[in-house]
T-cell receptor, first 113, second 112 residues
């Protein structure tokens, strides 16, 4: 089945530690996105990539980094510079001509120990 | 004005009733409008997309768009307890490179 796979489902970060969230898609979508969701708030865009080896900052990129070495993969690293990382992280993808219609992975809940 | 605004709710409706969810947006040039359903602890699921003025129906769901009033709504007919979720409105916004901007969501509770 085609879809977007995020792992792990739950992740715990120690102070000063970098952690990486995985996102893989087999939908053959060109564009991929990372969103952060805090309780009671809408989704906020962290980074997005429209093509391999290229990505752009979203609204809240500080403290995060990404790479796009393969079309299928768009991992997100939450660095130690992100002082408030506890949130639900969502990876999404879309294909051109759909007006940015997004399909989401199942999400990763990141918490701080 | 926020880019995309929704009443946070909760909106409570009895089973079998029509639930009406509303969303306003700030960018007059927006072209793409989406409704996502999100259950607690789960990821958003696309349930409706609409691109032109008027109504679009899909099963029990109807999306309504009025670009002049910058207003998009979602009607759920014959509401079921399984419809209880948070409904997110998303609109593309030119100021953000035409990327989607999401509202904070409306919590819907359908009581049996």
């Amino acid at each position: 089945d085609g879809g977007i796979t995020q792992s792990p489902k739950y992740l715990f970060r120690k102070e000063g530690q970098n952690v990486t969230l995985s996102c893989e898609q087999n939908l053959n979508h060109d564009a991929m996105y990372w969103y952060r969701q805090d309780p009671g708030q809408g989704l906020r865009l962290i980074y997005y990539s429209q093509i391999v080896n290229d990505f752009q900052k979203g609204d809240i990129a500080e403290g995060y980094s990404v790479s796009r070495e393969k079309k299928e993969s768009f991992p997100l690293t939450v660095t130690s510079a992100q002082k408030n990382p506890t949130a639900f992280y969502l990876c999404a993808s879309s294909t051109p001509g759909t007006g940015e219609k997004l399909f989401f992975g199942s999400g990763t809940q990141l918490s701080v120990l | 004005q926020k880019e995309v605004e929704q009443n946070s709710g909760p909106l409570s409706v009895p089973e079998g009733a029509i639930a009406s969810l509303n969303c306003t947006y700030s960018d007059r040039g927006s072209q793409s409008f989406f409704w996502y359903r999100q259950y607690s602890g789960k990821s958003p699921e696309l349930i409706m997309s609409i691109y032109s003025n008027g109504d679009k129906e899909d099963g029990r769901f109807t999306a309504q768009l009025n670009k002049a009033s910058q207003y998009v709504s979602l009607l759920i007919r014959d509401s079921q307890p399984s419809d209880s979720a948070t409904y997110l409105c998303a609109v593309n916004h030119r100021e953000y490179g035409n990327k989607l901007v999401f509202g904070a969501g409306t919590i819907l509770r359908v009581k049996s």
